[in-house]
């Protein structure tokens, strides 16, 4: 097969155009998410996490030992949720959205990470967003304080 002029420079131009996004599965942020096996929240959370481009692995875990896992990782306990994720040294506690975490692996603050307190309605996994209340994002600073990362209006 003779290659022409024409043929080198189309196959050189599709090989600029696809060499940008040929990297990206090999550079998405891992995350490794700790939950109870019959949560379907924290399933409906962990699709959301894949379909914004995070690698995500599970573990089970449930009671007294997650708990203890949350506590131990300096997240206080007036601020648990029902799942804990572990990405780039933070912890992700609950429903946090994806746009909050993309943000505070931009910002990397001296933080232990982020918490969504409880469970609230229209949270990324928790019912659908347009019906959403309102509610806030918590930064967890390493000495155990709380303040508030971003807020979320009722829809």
């Known amino acids: 097969m003779i290659l022409t002029r024409r043929a080198m420079i189309a196959y050189a131009a599709s090989f600029a155009a696809v060499a940008p996004t040929a990297g990206l599965t ?31 692995t599970t573990e089970r875990s449930f009671g007294t030992l997650l708990i203890r896992h949350k506590l131990e990782n300096g997240i206080p306990q007036s601020m648990t949720s029902c799942h804990t994720g572990e990405i780039g040294g933070y912890m992700i506690e609950g429903h946090v959205p994806m746009a ?24 990324p996994g928790m019912g659908p967003e347009d019906e959403r209340e309102a509610y806030d994002v918590f930064l967890i600073r390493k000495d155990g304080s709380t303040e508030i990362f971003s807020s979320y209006e009722a829809a």
């Open 26 to 56: 090999q550079d998405a942020p891992s995350i490794h998410v700790l939950k109870d096996q019959n949560c379907g929240c924290c399933a409906a959370w962990i699709e959301i996490l894949k379909e914004d481009g995070f690698t995500v």
């Open 100 to 123: 909050d975490i993309h943000r505070l692996l931009s910002e990397r603050p001296d933080a232990v990470g982020l918490a969504v307190p409880g469970m609230p309605y229209g949270s």
